[in-house]
């Protein structure tokens, strides 16, 4: 077999070096479209549905929220197990795929049967399913150097306008923001006076409820002209928070402000992000989606960023505390140069060992189209530029050579021979 295709590649001399050369013109097709990234990302292929219950101790999280979802997420298809995880406020749930399994194909799944489990959750508990992204998803880490502005403001800025612009970057799965306080109007009740007026925490919520939204009304006509009757009625300060009345003592309505004070303050945290020891910051963290291009993704966000940053608050500008993509260039880069020294120098020792260029030649067009082909196959099985799969092909180097070396010799030798004999033959 190997005979004949040797037999049939020495016939077809012509059309085998077109089939090399096409193999090569691809090969550097494909070496500018492969993803960089600068580790390789071996995370399971995951799910991670997040429920949110404040004020409800671990032992209720895991009692009411995390052991029906768990039960309820085992009998999914193609599910290898599913964790979880409670802590004060918080469910994690983690729902761990074989790793053929396509990844929306299995977030399809999960929302399937999160639709069915609603009834067995407390009310006003809905669970929701993490970003589309890994365990090495984290590329860019940014805060606000915003001098002047309080905690709360940067937070109210990276949450209503910087997020929602970083968020359209193509291949960014979420932006999570970190630090500062999240602005809340918060009551506090005296329980004294709501005995006084006869009445609860319940009635306080549900009145306050029920005066923060906005009624519809109807459309009618006059005077040929089309009216639209709409009442607004959220509110908008603590003022309009304390006149709301609860109920009626002796024709008097009671108010909020009877039973409780109304201030501006932030929402309870369970941790601060400081920066280098100099204090507190606020700022996000760019989740990159799952099989995206490390390399590309970041080069966008930092396009982006430059967009956003013209509709920033004067003296207000990014500070990027972590960069994936020095790491990606500085790794890779090496790794380039590494390859191109081994394929000189393993060009050199052939030629040297050899003495016949021509011999030498054939070998060394082995090693560029070996490596482009070699980046072929990495775009078929979607595997990124990383640390591992060019230190593999810089590892296979020396391996390459050795098939073409020991075939190119044997038949310089056989040649050689045929040469001699037929030189002995004319001298007899």
Known sequence: MIAKLISLSLRNRYIVLLIAAALFGWGLYAVQTNKVDAIPDLSENQVIVFTEWMGRSPQIIEDQVTYPLVTNLQGLPEVKYVRGSSMFGMSFIYVIFEDQTDVYWARERVLERLSSVGNMLPEGVTPTLGPDGTGVGHILWYTLDAPGMDLGEQRALQDWYVKFGLQNVKGVSEVASFGGFQKQYQITLDPTKLTYYKLSVPQVIQSIRSNNNEAGGRKFELS?????????????????????????????????????????????????????????????????????????????????????????????????????S???????????????????????????????????????????????????????????????????????????????????????????????????????
């Not at 050899?354 to 979607?382: C, D, E, K, T, Y």
């Not at 180097?397 to 021979?417: F, K, P, S, T, W």
């Open 224 to 324: 040929d002209i089309g009216y639209i009757i709409k009442t607004t009625g959220y509110l908008q300060s603590a003022e309009e928070i304390q006149n709301i009345a609860i109920a009626t003592n002796n024709s008097i309505p009671v108010r909020v402000r009877d039973v409780g004070s109304v201030q501006m303050t932030g929402e309870s945290r369970l941790g601060i992000f400081d920066l280098n020891g100099e204090g507190e910051a606020v700022g996000g963290i760019v989740v990159m989606r799952y099989g995206e291009n490390a390399d590309e993704v970041i080069d966008n966000v930092k396009v982006k960023m430059e967009e956003v940053a013209k509709g920033l608050p004067k003296g207000v500008k990014f500070n990027i505390v972590y960069d994936r």
């Open 326 to 428: 020095g790491l990606i260039n500085e790794s890779v880069n090496s790794i380039k140069s590494t390859l191109i020294e081994e394929m000189l120098v393993a060009s050199v020792i052939v030629f040297l060992f050899l003495f016949h260029w021509r011999s030498a030649l054939v070998i060394l067009i082995q090693l560029p189209l070996s490596i482009a082909i070699g980046f072929i196959l990495l775009n078929a099985f979607g595997i990124s530029s990383n640390i591992m799969s060019l230190t593999g092909i810089a590892l296979s180097i020396g391996v390459i050579v050795d098939d073409a070396i020991v075939m190119v010799e044997n038949a310089y030798r056989h040649l050689a021979d045929a040469t001699k004999g037929k030189q002995w033959m004319e001298e007899e």
